[in-house]
């Protein structure tokens, strides 16, 4: 999915840190992640977060990512990709204790 | 006899448990391991509360449910004690049966936002030393087939890849050679070879 050449699998210590990482940064960002979950509760009291979220991650996508491979178009496809944001947006703020790694390594592997 | 009492916060949760050290262990005293009451706060809804006999049951459902709802199209939960529907992906309904006969159940309304909350007040209470609960290990343990997995598929391959990858290129190799092979050309080219060994031992 990424813009690379190289098709390199990932391995299972590198997995397991990237999870880490993933659970950390969560943790910090929680009440982000509280907030952006929130606004797109009542859209009609507060959309601003929503859509700066959306636009940012949109952004990101184009730069990073293979905009030519389908599963990243379904990623930005205006009515679908709600669906998949909200999930990992949800699955992010269920990772933030101590041991969330743990938590969203299960998650990963049943997605 | 004064009892404890702790709190875990998370925005608009919070999660109060009241108990007793236990004693007989010889447990310091802001331990609580004999927890007589708990109480379950959300902002702008009922208080929920109850014993320590509710509350595994509650968190189990809290964790399954958080589990279904990010690999379900429809996530659902139902016990004796709660039940726990999603209205759609951003709403959940929460269904509060009552152990006392004839109260009806209490209906308790959440976002994904104050979900999140009570999962993780649930955590801290889980991760706490402090209280002595049984720990809920839902998501703790990766399961077995998926261990097995992981490490089969990155050992498997390694082992039988590099093998199967050289025989077949070697069957292809030999299969392109037949191109070039006549057996006509190679019938005369021994017959030829035959009659001058002949023609030699004369």
Not at chain 1, 44 to 66: A, G, P, S, Y
Not at chain 2, 19 to 35: F, K
Not at chain 2, 139 to 144: D, E, L, M, V
């Amino acid at each position: 999915m990424r813009k690379s050449y190289l098709n390199n699998n990932i391995k299972l210590e590198e997995f397991d840190a990237l999870t880490k990482i993933t659970a950390e940064m969560s943790k910090y960002l929680y009440p982000y992640i509280r907030k952006i979950l929130q606004s797109k509760e009542d859209p009609e009291k507060n959309t601003v977060i929503w859509n700066d979220f959306k636009k940012r991650f949109k952004e990101l996508v184009n730069e990073r990512f293979n905009i030519n491979s389908m599963r990243v178009k379904k990623l930005l496809n205006q009515t679908e990709n709600d669906e998949i944001l909200i999930r990992s947006l949800l699955t992010l703020s269920f990772c933030t204790s101590n041991k969330g790694y743990q938590k969203l390594k299960k998650f990963l592997f049943d997605f | 006899m004064i009892q404890n009492s702790l709190i875990f916060n998370q925005s608009s949760v919070s999660l109060e448990i009241i108990g007793l050290p236990d004693y007989s262990n010889n447990e310091n005293n802001d331990q609580i391991s004999i927890i007589s009451n708990w109480k379950l706060t959300i902002i702008n809804k009922p208080l929920i509360e109850g014993k320590i006999e509710h509350l595994g049951p509650i968190m189990e459902a809290f964790y399954i449910y958080s589990n279904l709802l990010i690999n379900n199209e429809s996530p659902s939960y139902e016990s004796k004690l709660i039940d726990i529907h999603s209205d759609n992906l951003h709403f959940h309904n929460l269904v509060l049966k009552s152990s006392k006969p004839h109260s009806k159940p209490l209906i308790i309304k959440i976002g994904n936002s104050l979900l999140s909350d009570i999962v993780n007040c649930f955590d801290q209470l889980n991760e706490s030393s402090k209280v002595g609960i049984k720990k809920s290990d839902i998501f703790i343990n990766t399961p077995k087939k998926i261990k097995f997995s992981l490490k089969t598929n990155y050992q498997l391959s390694n082992f039988f890849l590099p093998p199967l990858i050289s025989i077949c290129s070697l069957i292809l190799f030999s299969s392109t050679l037949l191109y070039f092979y006549d057996p006509v050309e190679y019938k005369e080219n021994k017959e030829l070879i035959n009659s001058k060994s002949i023609f030699n031992n004369q």
